[in-house]
């Protein structure tokens, strides 16, 4: 008998396609963290978001990641609570093609 090698799937929750209310994500986090991230999340090169008044940056696209952790190191946080790169830092490499 020939059977083919199948390949690993994980499982994965479906993707959201809207922006949970603030209760769902408390539900959704008690829940599956996972689950929390929307079709947006793996499509967009970055998104941004906020919650209770906290602005995040999601960055997905290669070279946004190295720009971020990599030539912008230094404006990373040092544990002392000083803010990182700001979300206008990462508009601006995204409009000018990550010049």
Sequence with gaps: MDSAIQPFVPP???L?????SRLEVVRIIYRNPIELWGE???????ITSAFFN??????NEP???KH???DNAKKLPDGTGA???SAADIARW??????
Excluded: F, N
């Design 12 to 14: 994965a929750p479906p």
């Design 16 to 20: 959201r396609t809207t922006p949970p």
């Design 40 to 46: 947006p999340s793996y499509t967009k090169p970055w």
């Design 54 to 59: 906290e602005r995040m940056v999601l960055a």
């Design 63 to 65: 070279g946004l990641i």
């Design 68 to 70: 971020v952790l990599v």
């Design 83 to 85: 803010p990182a790169g």
């Design 94 to 99: 995204s409009s000018d093609g990550g010049r």
